[in-house]
């Protein structure tokens, strides 16, 4: 067959090369819709070979080949070769998929490894198998019984951009594989020693009814004499040519193997030490000592006896089983089991499973594929039915951290060879039952909401989840090996188990030991092998306390793996504590009273570690406790004081609280208590430090953490000295540091207001009553109402702030009053339940008793975030006021009963998970009692960071406000979407908005402009007296923008008026301003379009119209006068000078800081290294452990800067960095800075986290992409909010309230392996510089692509001095070559330009800006690198810049010279692109002759484009070869002008080229080249250099 591919392909494909070449065009921009095809159908035998040709390294995957039985001509292609069904078969990766789901994993090479060059090939032979061919050689069998008609298929994917057939014939060597295979075909009629022995197996099996297979010599005898397991062989498996019998090279066991045969070894030693050491029942006949009774106490050796189907004998023998566990004595045993099951009976995952699921290692292994792109389709079940007192149990090995929800388990009576597996698992409505987070689903329907306190969507990896049905038929779960009770009763008695790996699940094993005292042995014993003091003596093991021994409080002998008991149990002490810092957990050997408290005395301390003792409570046994390396690792049922915090579950709940436990010597003492009322409270030196926690369970075990500094530690029992407890614990401590959030000092007189102790089930109060928070928030959502412990008084502001949400809900915070006292109110699951006596604010809805009185109050409580204030204050007059941030919403409601108590009311609903009582909480000024506030009295300041103005809350019937005012959303309809601005513009105040969303079912767009309609003269909302369009508003004066048409009134005075607003979409922004000279002003993205009305009155507001296809727009500009105390110093980027004023126009800046000199810290991550007086950090090893932090804290206003030195691209990620709020000398640093949880805030690729929570998505650049030198900056405003520098420009607040004093943090992650603090051009902001530049200083010739270069993205030159990317390098070098003289070129090197794909999206450049008088569209030479032309003084280049346009003119590097030295493109230019003959008065000319000329004179002519996409054709501007001078390799480069155009010198005319294809999105192909005849008509700008 022809070696061609199909003419129909994947709609980016392009054909050359006769049809041999195919190539996926936009590759850095699309990685699929690449499919080709071959041409005809595939002969057997026929190998259809391509060759990859080119790869780019913006994506992940590649080629992927195969076959398929559609044909070509008929097929709608869908996007890649894995959505092909109806019988196509794609190898992808190293697996096979057949009509897209996997039918062979790890086959053949992996094709994502090939690179340019190499050769991938696809065969059907003739017995219909397929076979994949890798540069020549074979793969092997993909699949079997393919049709014969089939096609060749080739995915250009990802990374993969072009192929070319090679080749499409039979292998040279395919006869002679024929014969050789005749020839194995014979060989196999007789039959070998294996085949016979295998023959008898099966015969066996047929008599029988069972498989048992010939006796097996045992592994040898290790550690007193325990039998190791040997890999099982299961009946879907071949058999292996041999057993293994003793440990020998050849001998190949899997790690999971390995650890099972020595976690076995030790539980059989265990055993035969309890026993008196008897025969380890290793059952058989014959002279092999088969494994056929392992499963056997007694070793009992032929005979007969009772089989129970755990055990047995082999070769016909039995044996009696008296294994405790169903499973876990002799699922091994190779015996017959009753009813005819397999010997081989061991709980395995089922073959058939979920569409994403990979198993693995003999089917004890479950994996969800693509783990980061899909969170569902991971059900997997048991190989067969549990047995009654069977555990089912599973360890969790790998989670992921982007989704909601986790791993779900349960039983179903439906087996898995009928099953047609569902997504999830709750979604089956029958034979289900299920356990998801921490509650019971049965059918898919909740039957317990809170089965137990652990919730599954917390584990980690490395935790057990176990099930068992009891003979009973009751159902329970494990957690670790601790029974949470029963589930559910009566359980079918046929259920298989089933696992769910949901959402942060991704791979379990099944764990075939479920003894709970077999598994602490084990650990015990491998803790003392692996421990350097295996010689200290065993402390007796008992998991039944002694009923004989005195009730007094010691320390348990099972402890850390670096601990130990000593002391008659007193003492605890960490013996190496100079090597580790950790693994020194030890826990009381008994549950703490009611009030006693437990207190220890510490006795020694070392120097070496940050950190020191924590201590605190747990509801685990630690008769069973898997102990973790530190206590607050684990994430459930434990309450701990590190530092001076507590943290409930590995949580920070309490972030200052009491004394500082790291600064504690040897000789202080800590305790801690649980009071009858639940309440924690700790003690340090016997000094109460206040209720830390509520609602702690009664039977809890004391637990102290020997972490750190502290090495030992003595329980103290002499409680004599001790200070009595406070009896009212609701009132907080009476002693305690002044930095505790509980201390009254200061405080007004209303500081007693609190949250009462009673509330709904899932709520809980700590802190002293002054914080509310919600437990098991990913799994519950509702029954946590808290309410104020007294009623309010007049006029008292009762304020709360959030301080924590999660992302899993939909609804958020609801807060209102009640008349209901806290002790006759049944806290139902939300308030708005309550119907009676109650006012509610839900989202925007006032509701009284339930019911909605009234919508779209003027604020949103669903929009608001984390720091978000929320206050409501009853007046005397009986009205209820709410406060977002401290600004006063309005009256929401009147009415309420005058002299009746009214009890503050919050519903930790949905999102919101924590909130705190703020000082501002108590009685305001008299004019607020009256709702007589000013706008003077609360500014106007918005919760979105850096915006000012507001949206007014007379608005079109169809508008939603959100965002206290800053989002405005259509939610109906195409019209009636007319808002306005909340305040007068200011002259030349500018009010811009951005879009958000659009439909496109709609025409028309956005309209804008400026009305002197006042907004707070109409009447209530929804105003549905407001016209429905904005060119209808005709009541008072109005002047508007609509597509391209300036209206006034609705009259039209102006078309083609800058941009057409029809044409945008998300993502761009939209301004209007009133200029002092009366004129309305349009911006489009930052850009003035020019005047586009005039006579503009002074009094208007800002207008717009959410019409047609625009549905919702965020504002994102700022007031022109911002109130005193949110004046904010200037930045170093700021606009202080304005595009439009005189170069001589000076730079206002404040006066001069004095900044303070900053270094790194001696204390940082293990693989950091300093130098250069600790100003240089560098990361020596690995990819982590690289956390910095400075010496000196962080001052106001003082930009903290440093530079990448140093990047290795062997690793993926980069830096990231932030502040820490607390000091750093003592921190013990993790292995990466998410993992720091307390007062930290962090910028990570583009994402903004506090506390390792992500508060804030695309946030300046991403971070990953930054190349070396780049020069980042950290600075806190006076404030407190966190910016953001890259090379010099300000990115906007990343994070506010940031506290004082805080530190810089950065962690030198994966690729970022070097840095150095910048320690020259650090001012404060705003300070003076002789060498940094205000925008408006700079020359008019600076100013092009719509920034302002110089400032905005290159480094200040002592900064930074040219230090480029690889790409700009590579092209400066080609500039070198050829030799152009240095004084056509700009002095200053920081106005060159790289466009590559980093560097440009580094800036954040938008692909088109405007440029000229009237304003016309260019693209950015993406790809290309621009090197700045001098521009001579006569060109007046002021006027130039403002007022011609922008284009491109590709040329050849021989015509460069010649054009450099007039300065000027000229027609007589040897480039093919830029001269060509035009007759002066031929039809259709675009020339005009000149006066006098000649008939048949031809003038030639200049032709441009503004877009380096038609004029970097390779027809305009030819390719050359080079060789670079420092890599050696050859490369080819073009070369180009940027130019400016002076407006009306040309003519815009279609491309002259035939082609059909558009070239730019923008740009039709109609309009896409420019002409012009005129001498001087272009001014050079700049040199253009592409290199491949």
């Not at 041999?20 to 595939?42: D, I, K």
């Not at 000789?667 to 208590?673: E, H, I, P």
């Not at 100003?1175 to 000196?1192: D, F, K, M």
Request: proline share 6%; charged share 20%.
């Amino acid at each position: 067959m022809a070696a061609e591919l199909h003419p129909r392909s994947g709609k980016l494909i392009g054909l050359s090369n006769s049809n041999r070449t195919a190539q996926r065009n936009q590759p850095v921009q699309e990685f699929n819709h690449g499919l080709v095809l071959s041409r005809e159908p595939l002969r057997d035998r026929d190998v259809f070979t391509v060759r990859i040709d080119k790869k780019v390294n913006s994506w992940s995957g590649s080629i992927e080949i195969g076959v398929t039985a559609l044909d070509p001509a008929a097929l709608d292609f869908p996007s890649s070769a894995t959505g092909l069904k109806g019988g196509s078969w794609i190898v992808s990766g190293c697996s096979v998929l057949k009509d897209g789901r996997s039918v062979l994993e790890e086959y053949g090479r992996d094709l994502d490894q090939l690179g340019e060059g190499d050769r991938v090939g696809i065969q059907r032979n003739g017995r219909g198998e397929l076979h994949l061919w890798v540069n020549g050689q074979d793969c092997g069998t993909a699949a079997s019984g393919l049709p014969s008609r089939l096609w060749a298929v080739v995915d250009l994917y990802g990374k993969c951009t072009q192929v070319t057939v090679v080749s499409c014939e039979p292998p040279p060597d395919t006869e002679e594989q024929e014969e050789d295979e005749e020839e194995r075909e014979e060989e196999v009629e007789s039959p070998s020693p294996a085949a016979l022995t295998t023959e008898a197996c099966r015969d066996h099996e047929d008599r029988t009814g069972a498989l048992v297979l010939p006796a097996v010599p045992a592994l040898a005898t290790v550690m007193n004499g325990s039998a190791e397991e040997v890999p099982e062989v299961t009946r879907g498996h071949s058999r292996p040519d041999k057993f293994p019998n003793n440990f020998e090279p050849d001998t190949v066991l899997t790690e999971h193997q390995l650890f099972d045969v020595f976690n076995n070894a030790i539980v059989s030693l265990y055993r035969s030490e309890d026993e008196g050491g008897e025969d380890l029942g290793l059952g058989g006949g014959g002279s092999d000592s088969s494994r056929a009774g392992a499963g056997s106490n007694n070793g009992a050796r032929g005979g007969g006896g009772n089989d129970n189907g755990n055990g047995g004998g082999a070769e016909g023998g039995g044996s009696t089983n008296n294994s405790p566990s169903g499973s876990a004595g002799g699922t091994a045993g190779m015996a017959v089991g009753t009813g005819g099951m397999t010997t081989n009976d061991a709980l395995l995952f089922h073959e058939k499973c979920g569409t994403l699921i990979k198993l693995s290692n003999n089917n004890k292994t479950a994996e969800r594929r693509r783990p980061l792109d899909e969170f569902n389709n991971g059900v997997v079940m048991t190989n067969r039915p549990l047995r009654h007192n069977e555990m089912f149990e599973i360890r969790i090995d790998k989670l992921v951290d982007k989704w909601s929800g986790s791993i779900e388990i349960g039983v179903t009576t439906h087996n898995p060879n009928n099953l047609d597996y569902p997504a999830t698992m709750t979604n089956l409505r029958s034979g289900t039952i299920m356990m998801s987070g921490c509650g019971i689903l049965t059918n898919g329907k909740g039957t317990r909401r809170e089965y137990c306190e652990f919730s599954l969507d917390e584990l980690q990896e490395g935790d057990h989840i176990g099930l068992m049905r009891k003979a009973s038929g009751a159902l329970h779960f494990y957690i670790n090996g601790i029974d949470q009770g029963v589930a559910a009763n009566q359980t079918p008695g046929v259920v298989y188990g089933v696992v769910d790996l949901y959402g942060m699940a991704v791979k379990v094993t099944i764990v075939h030991n479920h003894n709970h005292s077999d598994r602490l042995r084990r650990n015990n014993a491998i803790m003392r092998a692996l421990s350097p003091d295996v010689g200290r003596p065993r402390p007796a093991l008992s998991l039944t306390p002694d009923p004989e021994a005195p009730d007094r409080l010691l320390f348990h002998p099972n402890c850390g793996q670096k601990a130990a008991i000593i002391g008659d149990g007193r003492t605890a002490l960490r013996p190496h504590a100079t090597d580790d810092f950790n693994h020194g957990v030890v826990l009381s050997n008994r549950p703490l009273h009611s009030n006693e408290v437990f207190q220890v005395r510490i006795d020694k301390m070392v120097d070496k570690w940050a950190g020191s003792i924590e201590i605190g409570v747990t509801t685990h046994n630690p008769a069973y406790l898997q102990l973790p390396s530190t206590m607050t690792n684990l994430r459930s049922g434990t309450w701990m004081m590190t530092g001076n915090g507590v943290m409930h579950n590995g949580t920070t709940i309490l972030d200052e609280y009491g004394h500082n436990l790291d600064r504690l010597k040897a000789g202080d003492t800590v305790g801690v208590v649980r009071k009858d009322d639940g309440s924690l409270h700790f003690f340090v030196n016997g000094v109460p430090q206040g209720p830390a926690a509520w609602n702690v369970p009664p039977s809890v075990y004391a637990v102290v953490d020997l972490y750190g500094q502290a090495a030992q530690a003595t329980i103290m029992d002499d409680m004599a000295d001790l200070p009595p407890l406070p009896d009212d614990s609701s009132e907080g401590p009476t002693a305690m540091s002044p930095g505790s959030p509980c201390s009254i000092t200061g405080a007004s007189a209303a500081s007693d207001l609190r949250f009462h102790q009673l509330h709904g089930t899932n709520a809980v109060i700590t802190n002293g009553g002054r914080t509310a928070l919600r437990q098991n928030c990913r799994s519950e959502f509702n029954d946590a109402i808290v309410i104020s412990n007294r009623c309010l008084r007049d006029g008292e502001l009762f304020e709360i702030v959030i301080q924590k949400m999660v992302d899993r809900w939909s609804g958020s915070i609801e807060a209102g009053v009640t008349a209901i006292r806290p002790e006759e109110l049944e806290f139902p699951n939300t308030m708005t339940d309550i119907d009676y006596d109650t006012w509610m604010l839900s989202g925007t809805a006032i509701m009284q008793d339930g019911n909605t009185m009234r919508n779209n109050y003027g604020c949103d409580l669903d929009s608001l975030s984390t720091g978000s204030r929320i206050g409501m204050m009853r007046t005397a007059s009986g009205d209820l006021h709410y406060y977002i941030n401290g600004v006063d919403q309005g009256v929401a409601c009147t009415g309420l009963p005058p002299g009746k108590e009214v009890y503050a009311v919050i519903d930790l609903y949905g999102q919101c998970v924590q909130v705190s009582i703020t000082s501002s909480s108590g009685p305001l000024d008299n004019s607020l009692c009256t709702s007589n506030i000013t706008e003077k009295s609360f500014p106007i300041h918005s919760p979105v960071a850096g915006v000012a103005h507001r949206l007014h809350n007379k608005h079109g019937k169809n508008v939603v406000l959100l965002g206290d005012g800053c989002q405005a959303v259509r939610v109906g309809g195409y019209a009636h979407g007319i808002v306005f601005s909340a305040k007068e513009l200011k002259t030349d105040e500018l009010f811009e908005v951005k879009i958000n969303e659009v439909d496109e079912q709609w025409s028309g767009s956005l309209r804008i402009g400026l009305t002197t309609l006042q907004p707070p003269d109409l009447p209530s909302c929804p105003l549905s007296g407001l016209s429905p369009s904005l060119t209808q508003l005709r009541s008072k004066v109005t002047w508007l923008l609509a597509g391209s048409e300036v209206r006034r009134n609705g009259v039209l005075q102006r078309q083609n008026y800058g941009c057409s607003l029809d044409r945008l979409t998300v993502g761009n922004r939209v301004g209007v301003k009133r200029c002092s000279d009366d004129t309305m002003h349009i911006f489009i993205d930052g850009e003035d379009m020019g005047p586009a009305a005039t006579a503009v009155a002074k009094n208007v507001y800002a207008v717009l119209d959410l019409y047609g296809k625009v549905t919702a727009v965020s504002i994102v500009s700022s007031t022109l006068v911002e109130d005193t105390e949110s004046v904010k110093a200037p930045s170093l980027s700021s606009d202080s000078c304005s595009e439009g004023e005189d170069d001589s126009t000076p730079c206002e800046n404040e006066p001069t800081l004095v900044p303070m000199a900053m270094a790194f810290l001696e204390n940082h991550g293990k693989n950091i290294q300093l130098s250069n007086q600790n100003l240089t950090a560098a990361r020596v090893s690995s990819y982590n452990q690289g956390l910095l932090v400075t010496a000196q804290p962080l001052p106001r206003q003082q930009l903290f800067q440093f530079q990448i030195d140093r990047l290795n691209s062997s690793w993926t990620s980069s830096l990231s960095l932030g502040v820490i709020g607390h000091s750093p000398d003592r921190l013990n640093f993790p292995s990466t800075a998410c993992c720091l949880k307390r007062s930290v805030w962090l910028l990570q690729r583009d994402s903004v986290f506090h506390n390792s929570l992500k508060i804030c998505e695309n946030y300046g650049p991403n971070l990953d992409t930054c190349p070396e030198g780049t020069v980042l900056g950290l600075l806190v405003d006076a404030n407190g909010c966190l910016h953001l520098y890259v090379n010099g420009m300000d990115q906007g607040v990343a994070a506010q309230d940031i506290p004082s004093p805080c530190y810089p943090l950065i962690d030198l992650y994966g690729q970022c392996e070097q840095v150095t603090i910048v320690t020259n051009h650090v001012p404060a902001v705003g300070a003076e510089s002789g060498d940094v530049r205000c925008q408006g200083d700079m020359e008019k010739a600076d100013m092009v692509d719509g920034i302002k270069e110089s400032v905005c993205w290159t480094p200040p030159p002592a900064v930074n001095p040219n230090k480029t990317c690889e790409y700009q390098a590579l092209c400066s070098r080609f500039k070198d070559l050829l030799t152009l003289p240095d004084g056509y070129f700009n002095e200053d090197a920081k106005y060159n330009l790289c466009y590559c794909e980093s560097c440009h999206k580094l800036r954040g450049d938008e692909a088109y800006y405007k440029r000229g008088e009237p304003p016309r569209d260019y693209a950015l030479p993406f790809g290309w690198c621009r090197f700045a032309l001098r521009i001579k003084p006569h060109c007046e280049v002021s006027n130039t810049f403002k007022k011609w346009h922008i284009a491109y003119h590709g040329t050849s590097v021989g015509s460069l010279r010649r054009t450099l030295d007039h300065n000027q493109l000229l027609p007589e230019s040897s480039s093919v692109f830029s001269a060509s003959p035009v007759k002066a008065e031929g039809h259709g000319s675009y020339g005009e002759p000149e006066e006098n000329s000649a008939p048949e004179r031809e003038i030639p002519c200049v032709r441009l484009s503004p877009t380096m996409r038609y004029s970097g054709l390779e027809v305009f501007a030819p390719k050359v070869q080079f060789r670079d001078p420092r890599s050696l390799r050859c490369h080819h480069a073009q070369v180009g002008f940027q130019v400016c155009v002076r407006p009306g010198s040309y003519k815009v005319g279609p491309q002259s080229l035939g082609i059909s294809d558009p070239l730019d999105q923008r740009f039709s192909n109609t309009e896409i080249e420019w002409i012009t005849k005129e001498k001087g008509g272009t001014l050079l700008y700049g040199l253009l250099i592409r290199v491949e």
